[in-house]
Every structure is written in C-alpha cells, then in structure tokens.
C-alpha cells in the first residue's frame, strides 16, 4: 500500500493547496470587487478620465474571475479523480478483509488472520483520512459568530414534496415574499431586504416573543445579510453547491440559484441561535464540536416552516436529516425543539430522548445524523441505517407509554 497511499497523500497536498490560493487570490478580488462596484454605481457622474479607469479595471475584474473560475474548475475536477482513486483503493481493502472473513472457519492460522485484518482495516483508516482531509474546507472554521468561520447552508438535494399537503403551509408563514423579488440582480435582493426583514421580525415576535430576545428579533437582516454574485462564491474557493456561509459578522447569501429566500432564512436562522459563544443545540467536547447535523436538520425544519408554500417542491438542503427531526419533534414537542434551538438548551432534547432509549443514545444519534451526510457512500448509508432505527425505536417506546409526555 505505501506507494499508492504516499501517491494519493501527494496528491490531496498539492489539489488542497491549488483550492487554498485560488480561494485566497478569489477572496483579494472580492474585495476589490466592492469597491469597484461602488465606483461602477457612480460612473455617471464622473470624470471622463477617471470614468475610463473604472471601465479599465472592470475589464481586469471580469478577466481575473474568468481565469480564477476556469482553474477553480480544473481543481474541482481533479479533487473528484483524486476521491475516486482514493475510494478504489478503499473498495480493494475492504475485498481483502471480507476474503480474511472467509477463513475464520479454519482452525490454526487465527493469529496471522487477526494480524492481516488489523493492517487492513488501518489502511482504510488512512485512506479515509486522506479523503476527510481533501473534502475539510480550506476555512476550518468552527461555528457562526467565529472569526474566520464559515457555517455552509449545504448541497441541494432535489426531492419531491407534495406542495398542496405540506404540514408548513400555515397562515402566519411569511408566504408571498420571494415572488416579489425574484431576480438574478444582487440590488434588487440588497433594495428588498428591509421589507423581509419586517415580515420576518413580525413573524418570529409571533412564533418565538418568549423564546428569542427582543434585542435579536430587533435587528435588522441589513446589519447581517450580505448578497453576493454567485460567481464571486466560486472565486473564493468555496464548494460548489454551497449557496450561503457566515464569515463570522455578516451572512453571504449567493444570487442566482433561485433559492436567495431559503438560504437568506436559514443563515439568519443560525444567526438567531447563537448566544455568545453558544450554536444552536451544538456542544464543544474534547472530540470538538457534536450535533452539528442534528443542529442543521433544525435549522432547515424551521426555514421550511417560516417560508410556508414558498419553500418550494424542489428545495431541500438536509432533507433527510430535517424530515429525521421532524419525527422526534413530533414526540417532544415543538416548543422544547425551539427552546433547544434558540436558546442553546441541548438537553430539552437528549434527556427526554435517553429516558426512553438509555444514557449514550443521544450521540449514538448525533453520530448517526454526521454519518448520513458523508461523502462517503457505505458510511452515509449506515448511517442514515442507524438514525433511522433509534427514531423508530424511541417512537415505537414513547408511544407504548400510558403518559410519554411525562417524560419530558
């Protein structure tokens, strides 16, 4: 395996390190971006010559991100070769633990099987670091409000919803808004912000005045919310499909996906959620940060139900992992999962889950909520297998009890 592994370790190196200056040089661009879109505003008023300026450093702009896009492609390509060699050489190993599997029947040789099991089974350990290492994001940030962080809304997911049954098409849903502002104009979402940042005020106040302080609910979305070209996401490297991120004062939310609305939600969502140094129902442990997914599924759950029948059929970031989350509500309660969520109280919801299923299930279910999202395809599927099986279960059990909501 060494020359193989030392290969694909070279490789991760050198496609990570392309990614971080593209996304470094993307970054500097956006920058200038700014300012010369400020310049461009006023270029009417101008003088000629400085007029002529501008236009010639908007010809280097589009030049530059021409250039940034088409290596960003090229790096995106190689980093998917790069995966799929890297799950080829897994696939292999897991052939050769199955065949040693095989000789379990056989009396003597038992030892040298163990041993040859356990430099396989390390192997794949490895592999599977390299391909954690070439997916982690160039921006290791941890969580929104963090210096430097990015919080990614997440690849879509096309699913089909019944639009006309939805359980979140409710009256007191801000339903009506993004008609009004569907456009691939990044003005027009900035000129439409304080109009949903009312709506949202005045629907929040209604559903969560006793849950959300009123110095957040107060806040305007334009002190939070920034509307970027989709193009300049890709410029800074970010993952393809990602629609929205939070560098840690301001939310970017990319124009031109046709989804500005649900991702403008979701990340103000997030932004809701935090309290100082607290996330949501996300906890910091000695392994680092957990319920990160379980803390997305409600996110999502929740920008579904504020959005009402604008949400969309073919919208769905977590799907799984929300339509997950809303079993377990649908046990707990929707006032413990808002108090959970807004005010950073994890345990409204794993203590009355461990009453039914036992101490330790509740991260046995976190873990299973990060798994169902790995790039990983064996490991998705396990666990979404395993999630899947202790929300049946806790249902099954809760509803066996004469007053589960006792429990609570």
């Known amino acids: 395996m060494g020359q193989r592994y030392e290969k694909n370790r070279n490789s991760v190196f050198e496609n990570r390190e392309t990614r971080r200056r593209i996304g470094e040089e993307g970054r500097i661009l956006s920058e200038e971006f700014v300012s010369l879109q400020e310049l461009s505003g006023m270029i009417d008023s101008l003088d000629d010559d400085i007029a002529d300026s501008v236009r010639e450093l908007e010809t280097v702009q589009v030049t530059e991100s021409e250039r940034l896009v088409s290596e960003q492609e090229q790096a995106d390509v190689e980093k998917e070769k790069i995966t799929t060699d890297i799950n080829v050489e897994i696939d292999k190993l897991d052939v050769g633990v199955s065949k040693l599997d095989q000789l379990r029947s056989f009396e003597f040789g038992q030892k040298a099987v163990d041993s040859a099991e356990k430099t396989y089974r390390a192997e794949i350990s490895q592999f599977k670091e390299l391909l954690d290492e070439l997916d982690a994001s160039d921006y290791e940030g941890t969580n929104i409000g963090t210096t430097a962080s990015y919080e990614a809304s997440g690849s879509l997911e096309k699913i089909e919803v019944d639009a006309e049954n939805s359980d979140f098409i409710r009256e007191e849903s801000i339903g ?10 990044v003005r027009k979402w900035n000129d439409g912000l304080p109009e949903l940042s009312n709506k949202l005020q005045q629907y929040y106040l209604n559903k969560y005045g006793n849950i959300i302080s009123n110095q957040k609910l107060s806040q305007p979305l334009s002190d939070s919310v920034v509307y970027e070209p989709q193009g300049m996401f890709t410029l800074q490297g970010i993952e393809r499909g990602v629609l929205g991120y939070n560098d840690g004062s301001k939310s970017h939310i990319a124009v031109g996906s046709g989804y500005e609305l649900q991702t403008t939600i979701h990340e103000n969502l997030h932004q809701l959620s935090a309290n100082g140094d607290r996330r949501g129902i996300i906890q910091y442990s000695g392994q680092g940060r957990v319920n990160v997914q379980m803390n997305e599924a409600i996110t999502e759950m929740l920008t ?30 929707e006032d413990n999962v808002s108090r959970a969520y807004f005010q950073n109280k994890p345990e409204l919801l794993s203590e009355p889950f461990e009453r039914v299923m036992g101490t330790g299930s509740w991260q046995q279910l976190s873990e299973a909520f990060d798994d169902s999202l790995s790039n990983i395809a ?9 999630r899947d099986d202790l929300i049946n279960r806790f249902m099954i059990a809760s509803s066996n009890k004469s007053d589960w909501r006792a429990l609570l």
Do not use: C, W
């Open 176 to 185: 009506g808004f993004a008609s009004k502002v569907i456009s691939s104009d």
């Open 378 to 386: 064996h490991t998705a599927e396990a666990g979404r297998i395993r």
């Open 304 to 333: 579904q139900r504020t959005m009402g029948y604008e949400y969309g059929p073919d919208y769905s970031a977590y799907s799984n992992n929300r339509d997950a989350m809303k079993l377990i509500e649908s046990v707990v309660g």
